[in-house]
């Protein structure tokens, strides 16, 4: 949470994730979900959150390619683990609401300020909403 929210205030402020905030919620989520499944035999769950990290993560390597932050594609892995510990349509949702979120900021910002198409948006704070609500809601 504190890392998170770390990452939210810088990526407002210079629409940057930096390497050593996303790299420690990586390490944060994978140490949490490892102990979690090893103490609680849930060991089908931190698969599907592996599985659900590569999975995500790949994508957002390729929309990076596509012109997409780099920063975004280093985050979401550990949102996308996070949010497939709970279960497949929770990484659905909980992705899914962060690009919700991030479009109408988006929009708000073409329509609002005459931002044009390359004007830089900053999506890891909607990812991080996103995949926070959904995860609360099910916890």
């Known amino acids: 949470m504190l890392v998170g929210t770390a990452l939210l205030l810088v990526d407002v402020a210079v629409k940057r994730l930096p390497d050593h905030l996303t790299a420690a919620a990586g390490l944060g989520v994978a140490v949490l979900l490892c102990l979690s499944a090893a103490t609680g035999g849930r060991w089908e769950a931190f698969g ?40 497949w349509s929770a990484v659905f949702w909980g992705i899914g609401t962060g690009l ?36 609360s809601l099910l916890s």
């Not at 780099?70 to 949010?83: E, I, M, Q, R, T």
């Not at 919700?100 to 909403?129: F, I, N, Q, T």
Request: hydrophobic fraction near 65%.
């Open 48 to 87: 599907r959150a592996v599985l659900s990290a590569v999975v995500v993560g790949a994508v957002f390597v390729m929309l990076a390619l596509l012109g997409m932050g780099l920063g975004d594609a280093k985050l979401v892995p550990s949102l996308a683990a996070v949010l497939g510990w709970h279960s």
């Open 100 to 135: 919700l979120l991030g479009a109408v900021h988006a929009l708000v910002m073409a329509v609002g300020s005459g931002a044009g198409r390359k004007a830089e948006v900053a999506l890891g704070p909607a990812l991080l909403v996103g995949a926070l609500t959904v995860s």
